[in-house]
């Protein structure tokens, strides 16, 4: 492998100030370097103090000077010098003048299998529809036309990988594949083929999405060899006159559906739901369905991204090109009957309450509010557990390790760890497989 430095493009530096161009990252480096990159820092830029308790630093000073606190004591570094970092040392950064040093990450080999609360980098997908609200709530740089933020993924197409501890830099698939059962739970593990059976998204809809439907389990494995997709939406927030379409309002028959698709009626057929923050919508696969414009919403789902598109509101592209209808799919995938159960739900929950909101063979959710302090033990569940911050924000600490969740963050934690404490103020979204 050869590279040239500014072949590379720059990235964010965990220390929240500079510049880094990654030479080599982790999960290239096939051992215990966790990374390798040059990092630029412009004068008087001072890094918030760094602890690892499995992780070594290194830095060469290629250009410039700097000052390195380890522990309380100053270490004035200036190019050509070489400073070492060992595990448990609290450490500083401050350039004194523009500096571009070498910086080398390598993991404790015995801390390699311990596992902890697991963060991701930001995962994000521009869409046609896309706005940029999402963004501004997770606390990002702004950018428009970002329609979904993959939270976690191990699909191909957009994978999540890990921002923190041991695993940084590496994608989560990999990770699980090198410990299924204490990741995922032994249980889950052997049913799902050691594999991550969700997908979680988060989504901002500037404009109307396109009416679809997903096949069942069944129908995706005969069609696609994969699996099928039932989801699940809780409304992070929305617009006064924001609406989501699910289900249709009385029974279609297949001739009666194809007829509206083709003279332009279908959507005459659906159900539509004024929404407000806090709803909860089941989407079981072949319920037809489609979210309107000015929502935010997190979505949980199986880990698949099949989706039949049924009707586009005749948008074009930049170039006049039409998106692909999947209309023959969808009319094997639709669940023609009309919807007999509630499916659009609304909870107030009391300070400190939790509730199990949806009890499904795929995942479980819950909303829990934490009300300065709150205790969870999962230790029974056999599976993974996902906390997403809805509002507010809170410290979770587990096995003496800390991360801070704050509103449109998520944190994974490994079926092999119990009990999480929850500081703060904020509600959650907890999601795990029975």
């Not at 004068?43 to 760094?50: F, N």
């Not at 699980?176 to 050691?194: D, Q, S, T, W």
């Not at 000015?294 to 592209?317: A, F, H, K």
Request: charged share 25%; proline share 4%; net charge negative.
């Amino acid at each position: 492998m050869q590279r040239h430095l500014h072949d590379i493009s720059p990235l964010s530096t965990s220390y929240e100030m500079g510049l880094k161009r990654v030479l080599l990252s982790a999960n290239e480096s096939g051992c215990s370097i966790t990374q390798i990159a040059v990092l630029e820092l412009k004068a008087g830029e001072r890094s918030a103090q760094h602890i690892h308790p499995d992780l070594q630093d290194a830095f060469f000073i290629l250009d410039g000077e700097i000052d390195i606190t380890i522990d309380g004591q100053v270490h004035h570094c200036q190019k050509e010098d070489f400073i070492f970092v060992e595990h448990l040392k609290a450490y500083e950064l401050h350039a004194i003048t523009d500096v571009r040093m070498l910086a080398m990450g390598c993991v404790i080999e015995a801390q390699r299998t311990k596992l902890y609360p697991i963060l991701f980098e930001p995962n994000l997908r521009p869409m046609v529809w896309g706005g940029k609200r999402l963004t501004n709530w997770k606390q990002l740089p702004e950018q428009d036309n970002i329609g979904e933020s993959w939270e976690v993924s191990t699909l191909d197409m957009l994978p999540s990988v890990i921002a923190n501890g041991t695993w940084a830099g590496y994608p989560l698939s990999e990770v699980i594949a090198k410990m299924p059962e204490a990741i995922l739970g032994k249980a889950v593990a052997k049913k799902y083929h050691n594999q991550m059976p969700l997908l979680v998204k988060f989504i901002d809809t500037k404009a109307d999405l396109s009416v679809q439907v997903h096949p069942d389990d069944a129908m995706a494995q005969r069609e696609h060899n994969g699996s099928g997709k039932t989801e699940m939406w809780y409304v992070v927030d929305a617009d006064k006159d924001a609406y989501i379409y699910a289900g249709f309002k009385e029974e279609l028959t297949p001739e009666e559906y194809a007829r509206r698709v083709a003279d332009g009626t279908i959507m005459d057929a659906l159900a539509k739901h004024e929404i407000r923050t806090g709803d909860v919508f089941y989407i079981p696969a072949g319920r037809v369905h489609a979210i309107g414009k000015g929502v935010i919403l997190v979505e949980v789902q199986q880990s698949s991204d099949l989706t039949y598109r049924i009707y586009d509101w005749d948008r074009v592209d930049a170039e006049g090109k039409s998106r692909e209808l999947h209309t023959a799919l969808a009319v094997d995938a639709i669940d023609f009957e009309a919807d007999a159960e509630e499916l659009h739900k609304r909870y107030t929950l009391p300070a400190g309450g939790e509730k199990c909101v949806i009890d499904t063979p795929y995942f479980v959710m819950s909303l829990i509010d934490v009300a300065e302090h709150k205790v969870v033990d999962r230790s029974s569940l056999d599976s993974f557990v996902i906390y997403i911050c809805l509002s507010g924000g809170v410290k979770l600490a587990a096995d003496g390790v800390e991360e801070s969740l704050n509103e449109g963050e998520l944190v994974l934690i490994p079926a092999e760890m119990n009990e999480m404490e929850f500081i703060g103020n904020g509600r959650l979204m907890e999601v795990y497989i029975r």
